[in-house]
């Protein structure tokens, strides 16, 4: 079944623990990304990555960091995470940026 | 202004009904668009893309407007199981980005 795995689900960590976000593909797609959503304020771009070794920031990439050493797999990884990247993380993938995306089912995560 | 914009809503319709709603985007660079549905903490699903010429798929129809700069979202006979938030969906030619809009909420009432 062609899926995007996002782990773990639901995150309630503290201020300053390094965490990591897995996301995984399995549909061989180039474009992958990595989305904030926030009441009001709807999707945000935080990185993507046109391919293996290739990412760039996206809108709000500030307190986020990225790696694409695989093309099945984008980590999100937050070095020391404050309570204002509590929110709810989406990982997509799409065969190119202009195509539908994919999403994962969501990463609810609370920084207290 | 934002980029890309929506009515929040909610619209509240008895099943049947037909609803439309519309999006706008600042950046008349923009080509490619979509329309995606969120269900409550869910992750969003194309509904169905935009096309110049506009384009149907049962009972949704999406429209473009470049001139005005905004697509449209037309669901006739609504369906309880339409309830959920639409977003409004925009990639920028030159950027290797989306952007979404915040989102309308539909509910479908009996």
């Known amino acids: 079944e062609a899926q995007v795995t996002q782990n773990p689900r639901y995150l309630i960590t503290v201020t300053g623990k390094k965490l990591t976000v897995t996301c995984s593909q399995n549909?061989?797609?180039?474009?992958m990304s990595w989305y904030r959503q926030d009441p009001g304020l709807g999707l945000r771009q935080i990185y993507y990555?046109?391919?293996?070794?290739?990412?760039d920031k996206g809108d709000v990439p500030e307190g986020y960091k990225v790696s694409r050493k695989e093309k099945r797999n984008f980590p999100l990884i937050l070095e020391s995470p404050s309570p204002n990247q509590t929110s709810l993380y989406f990982c997509?993938?799409?065969?190119?940026?202009?195509?539908?995306?994919?999403f994962g089912p969501g990463t609810r995560l609370t920084v207290t | 202004r934002k980029e890309v914009e929506q009515d929040p809503g909610p619209f509240n319709v008895p099943e049947g009904a037909t609803v439309a709603f519309n999006c706008t985007y600042s950046n008349s660079a923009s080509q490619s668009f979509f329309w995606y549905r969120q269900d409550c903490r869910k992750e969003p699903k194309l509904l169905m893309s935009v096309y110049s010429s506009g384009n149907e798929d049962g009972r949704f129809t999406a429209q473009l407007n470049r001139a005005s700069q905004y697509i449209s979202l037309l669901i006739r006979d609504s369906k309880l199981s339409d309830s959920a938030t639409y977003l409004c969906?925009?990639?920028?030619?030159?950027?290797?980005?989306?952007?979404f809009g915040a989102g309308t909420r539909l509910a479908v009432h009996p």
């Open positions: 969906v925009v990639n920028y030619g030159g950027y290797n980005k989306l952007i």
């Open positions: 997509a993938s799409s065969r190119d940026r202009r195509y539908e995306q994919y």
């Open positions: 549909m061989n797609h180039e474009y």
């Open positions: 990555s046109m391919n293996v070794e290739v990412t």
